[in-house]
């Protein structure tokens, strides 16, 4: 009953290194998003993805890009990290409109820029 | 402008007090507003509410909606040290073929013993 998992769990970049942070989930969901959290700004929408081979953008994209070449994983890249990118980001995921039962959040990633 | 505000953002009180946290929100296209407790980690689903008026209720916790005025409310009652957390509201904005979800900033309930 893995769910949503994320990695890594950590990750400190130097201003302008590119990574990719990982979400993969087992539950057959269509819909997967990523947001990230900053202290007194709640969640924000970063990118959402529909279904394989279909990605939007939501509040925040810039700075980020995301593909979803599977159902199961939605990888969130940063090309050239900035300390504004400082911040922890979840991925979500949830099944679709007629069996909606709300959002299962991945345990996030703590992302340091410096 | 889409938006979901909480209030109290924080708010600190002693076991075996109820409690209520409240969320308004202004959406274009409403579908289902959400509850989440927040410790160190990921947020955990407690509620989702669609209906006007029909509360949600899960052992000390309860919720309702009120889709008229636009708000929610969570209530706890008989508050433990284990319910301290953040707890978000958010609402999902319904556009095509899914909904995205708009959170709130959140609010932070301290219990202490």
């Known amino acids: 009953n893995a769910g949503v998992t994320q990695t890594p769990k950590f990750q400190v970049l130097k201003t302008g290194q590119s990574m990719t942070l990982q979400c993969a989930q087992d539950?057959?969901?269509?819909?997967m998003s990523w947001y990230r959290q900053d202290p007194g700004m709640g969640l924000r929408l970063i990118h959402y993805?529909?279904?394989?081979?279909?990605?939007d953008q939501g509040e925040v994209p810039n700075g980020y890009n995301v593909s979803r070449s599977t159902t199961e994983d939605f990888p969130l890249r940063l090309l050239s990290a900035a300390p504004s990118q400082t911040s922890v980001y979840f991925c979500?995921?949830?099944?679709?409109?007629?069996?909606?039962?709300?959002?299962?959040f991945g345990s996030g990633t703590r992302l340091t820029v410096v | 402008e889409d938006k979901v505000v909480q209030s109290p953002l924080s708010l600190v009180v002693h076991e075996g007090d109820t409690v209520t946290l409240n969320c308004s929100y202004e959406?274009?296209?409403?579908?289902?507003l959400l509850w989440y407790k927040q410790e160190k980690k990921a947020p955990t689903f407690l509620f989702m509410l669609?209906?006007?008026?029909i509360e949600k209720k899960s052992g000390r916790l309860s919720s309702i909606l009120d889709k008229k005025e636009l708000f929610s409310i969570l209530n706890i009652t008989a508050t433990q040290t284990g319910d301290s957390a953040v707890y978000l509201c958010?609402?999902?904005?319904?556009?095509?073929?899914?909904?995205?979800?708009?959170f709130g900033k959140g609010t932070k309930l301290s219990v202490k013993p």
């Open positions: 539950m057959n969901h269509e819909y």
């Open positions: 959406v274009t296209n409403f579908r289902s």
């Open positions: 979500a995921s949830s099944s679709p409109p007629d069996n909606f039962d709300g959002y299962t």
């Open positions: 958010a609402v999902e904005n319904y556009g095509g073929s899914q909904g995205n979800l708009i």
């Open positions: 669609t209906s006007s008026g």
């Open positions: 993805s529909v279904g394989a081979g279909i990605t």
